[in-house]
């Protein structure tokens, strides 16, 4: 599905079907439960996410106090926020999707399955990462002459891969001292 398919389905498709589930919800127990209800989850999340967000926020810490780069606790801090967005938004299917991105058991899975698909994706070629770096948008800054990290991150110096230990340019993003 192209870009713009996938947009339209995200700006026109999904809203219309929660309208649809709200109206027959609405029908089924009424107006006011149904009010209440959308109110509900949306406080719901609110203290949902900032309860996850808070656990997200000390795993970061621990995994930057221990020298490690902090990869599931990010992946974790934009699932959580993405939740908390879906919660805050009307709907019934916005609510299960962000409910399941707040708890971890789910949350992990759909990270999995997202992880999978991009690696496939770049893997083929259909997916380019390109950095911001000092040399500008993909330049030499980063990545070397033909811009961007590789699927397996580029060394930043443009020589190849980053093994275990690899020391990064401080100038070129964050650099993680390994315990030695």
Do not use: C, N, Y
């Amino acid at each position: 599905m192209s870009v713009a398919g996938r947009l339209a389905l995200l700006f026109v498709v999904v809203p219309i079907l929660e309208l649809v589930l709200l109206i027959q919800l609405g029908q089924a127990i009424g107006l006011w439960p149904t009010l209440a209800l959308v109110l509900a989850t949306g406080a719901a999340g609110a203290a949902l996410a900032r309860i996850e967000g808070m656990r997200v926020l000390f795993q970061f810490q621990q995994e930057l106090a221990a020298g490690r780069i902090p990869g599931q606790a990010v992946l974790d801090g934009i699932s959580v926020l993405v939740g908390a967005v879906f919660l805050l938004t009307p709907g019934v299917l916005t609510d299960v999707a962000g409910l399941a991105l707040l708890f971890p058991p789910s949350r992990r899975w759909i990270q999995r399955r997202i992880r999978r698909r991009l690696e496939r994706a770049v893997a083929e070629g259909t997916v380019h990462v390109v950095t911001v770096g000092p040399g500008g948008l993909g330049g030499w800054g980063m990545g070397g002459p033909h811009g961007g990290l590789g699927a397996r991150g580029a060394d930043p110096r443009g020589g190849g891969d980053v093994g275990q230990g690899a020391r990064l340019d401080p100038s070129k993003g964050i650099v993680i001292e390994p315990d030695d």
